[in-house]
T-cell receptor, first 116, second 112 residues
Framework: DTGVSQNPRHKITKRGQNVTFRCDPI?????LYWYRQTLGQGPEFLTY????????KSRLLSDRFSAERPKGSFSTLEIQRTEQGDSAMYLC??????????????FGEGSWLTVV | AQSVSQHNHHVILSEAASLELGCNYS??????LFWYVQYPGQHLQLLLK??????LVKGIKGFEAEFIKSKFSFNLRKPSVQWSDTAEYFC??????????FGAGTTVTVRA
């Protein structure tokens, strides 16, 4: 499978605990995105990397959230001191910088987080 | 920043009926337009995309969409739906900042 890979697929955690999600993008894709999706809503942009550089962060990404892409390949999204409002699907996506018209974004299967 | 509006929250129709899902966006500049589909229990998949050229684009599984620039619309159509088209459909837009902005989605239920 050469698609975007995410793990774990499901995570149940107690409020206040830290969680980390991993994303492996499509090989050679230099752009990587994190989105969050809640029931009944479309995905909302969280952050975006070009290679290892984090170029944009949404206002949705509070100080408890941190994302890294240390070598420009896989990425991690960590949520510290989780709250019930963090319960959502966290989606990773990637694309190849082929210019504006070539920038099709491909999504992974997502990581479901439930905070109890 | 751009925003995307999908007209219908939930559409229910019978097999062989025609489907049209509305999508409008607000952004005055050049955009790329997408429809993604999410089948039950599966991840978001690209259905079709518009970058430039012919405003009528064809995608997978018999879907097509028409870009009408003057109306800021990108409506999705399928002449005859099948039960397997039951899914959630998302319209998305990106401007030159590359990130996608999604609509809230439309749930389509096709009755056999």
């Amino acid at each position: 499978d050469t698609g975007v890979s995410q793990n774990p697929r499901h995570k149940i955690t107690k409020r206040g605990q830290n969680v980390t999600f991993r994303c492996d993008p499509i090989s050679e894709h230099n752009r990587l995105y994190w989105y969050r999706q809640t029931l009944g809503q479309g995905p909302e942009f969280l952050t975006y990397f070009q290679n290892e550089a984090q170029l944009e962060k949404s206002r949705l990404l509070s100080d408890r959230f941190s994302a890294e892409r240390p070598k420009g390949s896989f990425s991690t999204l960590e949520i510290q001191r989780t709250e019930q409002g963090d319960s959502a699907m966290y989606l990773c996506a990637s694309s190849l910088d082929a210019g504006f018209e070539g920038n099709t974004i491909y999504f992974g299967e997502g990581s479901w987080l439930t905070v109890v | 920043a751009q925003s995307v509006s999908q007209h219908n929250h939930h559409v229910i129709l019978s097999e062989a009926a025609s489907l049209e899902l509305g999508c409008n966006y607000s952004y005055g500049g050049t955009v790329n337009l997408f429809w993604y589909v999410q089948y039950p229990g599966q991840h978001l998949q690209l259905l079709l995309k518009y970058f430039s050229g012919d405003p009528l684009v064809k995608g997978i599984k018999g879907f097509e969409a028409e870009f009408i620039k003057s109306k800021f619309s990108f409506n999705l159509r399928k002449p005859s739906v099948q039960w397997s088209d039951t899914a959630e459909y998302f319209c998305a837009v990106n401007a030159r900042d590359y990130k996608l902005s999604f609509g809230a989605g439309t749930t389509v239920t096709v009755r056999a």
